[in-house]
């Protein structure tokens, strides 16, 4: 059983300490203590569950020690079974908890998407796509910002970058990163025809400053026109930003938002994350053990997921398992396919 009181007056400090306004000056810093704060409420939130339940417990088994009307004691032995079942899920939703506080996931990632194969058709998949995982985020109650966004002339999606914070938002969407394809009758397809049409996404965490930092001398910066589907300027001013890491010749762009300033942020954060990205692609052969039994961790070339309309299911190869109803799941009904991804894992990773 975990030792309630320190875990209670650590919970105090920080509510005190989150008060301070400087702190908000310090988003990095607000942002992990914010994290501790949610991570301390619900284990103190379960804990008094369980201490609740234990007394519950004792008191129906008092009723059992007891002589008396035969009627309560059967009433009570049901309620005991019933309460040490609940117990034995408390104990194993306080033990994830506590898991993913150790394993110290990011709380903020973005999500890349780009079209594949199938030209237009593969440009509004991708949008699909990305929609569906905006709507996921939505009904997470996480934040999501448009980094980048170039839309086709039929509003699918030339490349798209997309920023998600949330306390388990990259726990719950490191696995997305691959090739995803899709089998339908394309609304421009005039036969009736079934195509097969692809889309990336690539999953990057977006670094701290304790992790990544840029020298602002190594970094070139120029701004542009912004500009919408079919490639034509949306504003007169030079709002779209252009970065070039000049060590590396990685090159982002940015034109999310309609502001300059908000652009070139996004940019940063855009290429913080690739920065990050090319810096643990290059010591990955040196990594065994958890890392490479990882499902497709943000691997780009890899398939790993089909959605066909005519068969209204969606497979996930890596897994080899499959579900049904697809409307469903590219509204952002992606729970179980998320959970059993993350269950998949856990029996994948050394002991």
């Known amino acids: 059983m975990i030792d309630t009181a320190p875990l209670k007056e650590e919970y105090q400090t920080l509510l005190q300490e989150l008060t301070n306004p400087e702190l908000i000056s310090n988003w990095e810093k607000f942002q992990e203590l914010s994290k501790r704060r949610a991570f301390l409420e619900k284990v103190l939130k379960k804990t008094e569950e ?15 020690t007891t002589e008396g009307d035969q ?67 939505q009904a997470k109650g996480w934040k999501e910002t448009a980094l980048d966004l170039t839309l086709t002339e039929l509003g699918g999606i030339k490349s798209a970058s997309i920023l998600f914070e949330g306390e388990d938002a990259f726990e719950k969407l490191q696995y997305e990163g691959g090739v995803h394809r899709v089998q339908r009758i394309p609304a421009t397809e005039k036969a009736g025809r079934v195509h097969t049409s692809t889309a990336s996404i690539a999953v990057l965490p977006k670094p701290t ?90 691997k780009r070339a890899e398939k790993i997921r089909t959605y066909n309309f005519p068969q209204d299911r969606l497979t996930d190869h890596r897994i080899e398992k499959s579900w049904h109803g697809l409307e469903k799941i590219l509204q952002g009904g992606l729970d179980a396919v998320v959970d059993a991804l993350l269950e998949y894992q856990k029996t994948k990773e050394p002991a």
């Not at 369980?50 to 059992?64: D, G, H, P, S």
């Not at 033990?95 to 996931?105: D, L, M």
């Not at 940015?254 to 940063?268: K, L, P, T, V, Y």
């Open 50 to 64: 369980l201490e609740e339940l234990k007394q519950r417990i004792e008191e129906n088994k008092e009723i059992l």
């Open 71 to 137: 009627e309560l004691s059967s009433l009570a032995q049901e309620e005991l079974v019933a309460l040490q079942n609940q117990i034995q899920l408390l104990e194993k939703e306080i033990e994830e908890v506590t898991t993913r506080q150790e394993q110290n996931f990011p709380t903020s990632l973005i999500i890349e998407v780009r079209p594949g194969t199938g030209g237009e058709e593969a440009a509004l998949f991708a949008k699909d796509l990305a929609e569906m995982y905006q709507k996921y985020a």
């Open 209 to 298: 400053s304790s992790q990544l930092q840029i020298n602002p001398a190594d970094v070139e910066i120029e701004f542009y026109n912004a500009s919408g589907p079919g490639g034509q300027n949306v504003n007169k001013r030079k709002t779209a930003v252009r970065l070039t890491h000049k060590p590396t010749g990685l090159v982002v762009t940015s034109q999310g938002s309609r502001g300059q300033q908000q652009n070139r942020e996004s940019a940063m954060a855009l290429l913080s994350a690739r920065l990050l990205e090319q810096k643990e692609s290059a010591s990955e052969e040196s990594v065994s053990g958890k890392r490479k039994a990882q499902i497709g961790w943000a």
